[in-house]
């Protein structure tokens, strides 16, 4: 069941105004696409938490009711206050059902791998998120990677994915997504400088007084 939220237009704009929406548990939020190029609007900042907390997250899609007019949306962007972690704005993008969207997909490891497990290796998590394009309606809430019979020096990649027909991704299919590495190699320290035995080093200021030296003993041209 598609959840629907009320918005209300607004007409004021500024920080003032802002503040004292929230002050209300109310947001500012614009709406992109559609008819008009953006559309500023007030909703309810619970309603905005529950859809974030929600299993789909960010690539909920949902209906907003706008004078009576219901729309299919979905999060364009949210701004959260980083000091003291409040909602402050939000962003929604108009959808039709039947084009593709692009959202981010987090992706999900299942098992622990052979390498890890019995082999001592270690497992590097690389690419975290996967950019896809699809239907609204058949974005999936995570891509779900079974990483278990991996070994140490084994990598998966984006090309490795089964995702369903009508999934397009976006990403390098060499790009891996996890990869399984050796304690040693993860340890190993950077390589030191080959010192040649016998060889002196010389600070930088002895070096001057030394070509100075040089230059003086040199005959002058008459």
């Known amino acids: 069941m598609t959840l629907v939220i009320n918005a209300e237009t607004r007409k004021e704009t500024g920080k003032n105004v802002a503040g004292r929406l929230r002050k209300q548990g109310l947001v500012p939020a614009i709406l992109y696409g559609g008819k008009t190029a953006s559309q500023p609007l007030t909703l309810k900042k619970k309603d905005i938490i529950e859809i974030l907390k929600s299993e789909t997250g960010e690539n909920t899609i949902f209906r907003v009711t706008i004078d009576s007019e219901e729309k299919d949306v979905m999060l364009k962007e949210v701004q959260i206050n980083p000091v003291t972690d409040e909602l402050t704005h939000v962003d929604l993008i108009e959808?039709?059902?039947?084009?593709?969207?692009?959202?981010?997909?987090?992706?999900?490891?299942?098992?622990?791998?052979?390498?890890?497990?019995?082999?001592?290796?270690?497992?590097?998590?690389?690419?975290?998120?996967?950019?896809?394009?699809?239907?609204?309606?058949?974005?999936?809430?995570?891509?779900?990677?079974?990483?278990?019979?991996?070994?140490?020096?084994?990598?998966?990649?984006?090309?490795?994915?089964?995702?369903?027909?009508?999934?397009?991704?976006?990403?390098?299919?060499?790009?891996?997504?996890?990869?399984?590495?050796?304690?040693?190699?993860?340890?190993?320290?950077?390589?030191?400088?080959?010192?040649?035995?016998?060889?002196?080093?010389?600070?930088?200021?002895?070096?001057?007084?030394?070509?100075?030296?040089?230059?003086?003993?040199?005959?002058?041209?008459?």
Request: aromatic residues 2%; negative net charge; contains cysteine.
């Open 95 to 222: 959808i039709s059902m039947d084009k593709p969207v692009r959202v981010s997909l987090p992706i999900e490891l299942i098992g622990e791998p052979v390498g890890v497990k019995t082999e001592g290796g270690v497992a590097d998590f690389l690419l975290r998120e996967l950019d896809v394009e699809c239907l609204p309606r058949e974005i999936p809430e995570s891509v779900k990677i079974d990483i278990s019979n991996l070994h140490i020096h084994q990598s998966f990649k984006v090309q490795n994915l089964g995702l369903p027909a009508g999934i397009k991704i976006d990403a390098d299919p060499n790009a891996a997504i996890v990869v399984i590495s050796s304690v040693a190699e993860e340890a190993a320290p950077a390589p030191a400088e080959e010192v040649i035995e016998g060889a002196e080093t010389k600070e930088p200021e002895l070096i001057r007084k030394e070509r100075k030296k040089e230059e003086e003993e040199q005959p002058k041209e008459s």
